[in-house]
């Protein structure tokens, strides 16, 4: 079966979701698993292949001939000028939902979150089909995401056909704002268009906050999230990195900034890490995905800068490392005891 559509065969991809079946979609940011919403078998399957909970809400794609206030009610003002400066881009809205938006596209809740991707294939598509795509990234739920068709094809295997996009330019997914207050708005996943390009836009009267409030709804808030498969640690200076290394000797997968390939023969693998917060964005998932596939045993990632331009690499980073972090830490204690005992008995 050819898995792999060609940019000029928009028409075969629009058929297909006419057709209720599920593809995958590029986008700048990462590439989504897309369907039409209008059809629920079709949103469903959605969550299916990537065994999500359905209570985990999809965002909706828009194109430019299709208009907001058909899929969102009570808009505030400033979402105008926020979907003036940053559509097509990598900026989500959440508000509140139209009736044209079904309960199971948006997990039962009545808000809807809604993009309009800066892809020029996309859009073209999203036209063709005539009504909103749902898509979520094109992962496993709460793995890494997928920056190129052949991501897609690692992730899904035959079970579903993606629409070629060639690599995504911004490599992290889009800022989701929630927009649903008339006096403030709400980041509630970070990304490359930050706070401050927000309140640049939405001007003085209008704050902008940080944070979700409980908001389960977010998947990307959930604590452990973009996970490789192997052990992930993030490592701030030479100790941190020496000490990982007594744990697995060569068998370390590290993603530096700063060390020459050259020096480090006595790791597995070394990834260079771009210096620039564009180019790392757009290397970090491939990267993670690389270091998954090598023969290591651990990956170890180099903290990079801690400015809120980093803010959404620094979010996708402690998710995806939250969990063997926290092993680690008990590893050590689980250590020191030992070390303490051993003394203690020595003593005795
Ligand atoms: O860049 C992106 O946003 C990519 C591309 C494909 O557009 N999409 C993406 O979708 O990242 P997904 O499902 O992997 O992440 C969207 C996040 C989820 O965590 C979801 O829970 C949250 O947005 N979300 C969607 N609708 C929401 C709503 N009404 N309220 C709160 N959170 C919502
Ligand atoms: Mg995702």
């Known amino acids: 079966m050819k898995l792999i559509l060609n940019p000029d065969e928009i028409a075969v991809a629009a058929d297909e979701i006419k057709s209720g079946q599920v593809i995958a979609i590029p986008t700048e940011t990462v590439y989504g698993l897309a369907a039409d919403i209008s059809q629920e078998k079709a949103v469903k399957q959605i969550f299916a292949l990537k065994q999500r909970p359905t209570t985990h809400p999809l965002i909706i794609h828009i194109s430019q001939g299709m208009k907001l206030s058909d899929y969102a009610v009570n808009i505030p003002d400033y ?33 809807v979150g809604i993009r309009m991707p800066n892809h020029p294939v996309t859009l073209a598509l999203i036209e063709q089909v005539g ?18 068709s052949q991501h897609v094809l690692d992730e899904f295997g035959t079970s579903v056909k993606v629409l070629e996009g060639g690599e995504c330019a911004i490599g992290i997914e889009s800022t989701i ?18 706070a401050a390009d927000i309140q640049k836009v939405v001007g003085d009267e209008i704050l902008v ?7 389960p709804q977010v998947s990307g808030s959930l604590k452990y999230h ?23 000797g060569s068998g ?23 210096t620039t917060v564009e180019q790392y964005a757009k290397k ?46 008990e590893l050590k204690s689980a250590c020191t005891q030992n070390l303490q005992s051993q003394q203690e008995e020595n003593y005795l």
């Open 79 to 111: 979402v105008a000028a926020l979907t003036k400066a940053f559509w097509p881009g990598p900026l989500t809205v959440i508000l509140a939902k139209s009736k044209n938006v079904s309960l199971w596209v948006t997990g039962g809740q009545n808000t």
């Open 131 to 148: 009504t909103p795509l749902a898509a979520p990234s094109a992962n496993q739920f709460g793995k890494v995401s997928p920056t190129s």
């Open 177 to 194: 704002l929630d927009a649903t207050d008339f006096t403030h708005c709400r980041i509630l996943r970070p990304g490359m268009i930050t």
């Open 209 to 215: 906050k940080l944070g979700s409030k409980e908001s």
């Open 226 to 248: 973009y996970e490789p498969s192997k052990p992930t640690y993030l490592y701030h200076n030479e100790d941190e990195l020496t000490q990982l290394q007594s744990l697995y």
């Open 252 to 274: 370390l997968c590290i993603l530096t900034q700063t060390m020459h390939i050259k020096d480090n023969s006595e790791f597995v693998q070394v990834i260079q890490m771009p």
């Open 284 to 329: 970090f998932y491939e990267s993670l995905r690389k270091a998954d596939r090598s023969p290591c045993q651990a990956i170890a990632i180099q903290a990079p800068q801690r400015t809120m331009l980093w803010n959404g690499i620094w979010d996708r980073l402690l998710k995806s490392t939250a969990k063997s972090q926290h092993h680690l830490k």
